[in-house]
């Protein structure tokens, strides 16, 4: 058993298993932040301190987070390298799938901000080659 957050869940549709090296625990401190990926349970041993540790609690190696109109993730894991992509081609798949979930709700939160308004062109006035910084001047919008 392993936890994802139940809006990533559809990135991992259809996928078995995830086969990483070098994982990371990322942890995740605050609600906003979505669990992505994280160890199998039953079958996932952590190494602590040369050993392995089979009740350690949840090891999330891939987060996201919304940023700006968009979505950032994070992932603390080699899942790409060729070798293991070979022995485990759902690597492939779930960054392709996480990549168009995102890309989708990424949209879907553009469409909620509403259409971008043009900014004009503000004008910055060359301070000259005798300004300090800290130095404040006024412009015009």
């Known amino acids: 058993m392993s936890f994802v957050d139940d809006w990533l ?4 549709q259809g996928i078995e298993s995830i086969l990483t090296s070098g994982a990371v625990d990322l942890g995740f401190l605050e609600t906003d932040i979505g669990v992505a990926a994280s160890r199998n349970i039953g079958t ?3 190494l602590m301190e040369g050993a ?4 350690s609690p949840l090891h999330s190696w891939a987060l996201v987070n919304a940023y700006g109109l968009g979505h950032a993730a994070l992932i ?4 790409s390298d060729d070798r293991l992509v070979d022995r485990s081609p759902n690597n492939a798949r779930w960054i392709l799938n996480l ?7 990424s949209r879907e939160t553009a469409g909620w901000a509403g259409p971008v308004q043009q900014q004009k062109p503000v004008d910055i006035p060359n301070l000259g080659s005798d300004a300090r910084i800290g130095d404040s001047f006024r412009y015009a919008a």
Request: no cysteine.
């Open 76 to 79: 603390g894991a080699d899942v």
């Open 52 to 55: 392995a540790a089979r009740g």
């Open 44 to 46: 996932t041993a952590v």
């Open 9 to 12: 869940e559809p990135a991992l």
């Open 99 to 105: 990549m168009t979930l995102l890309a989708q709700r």
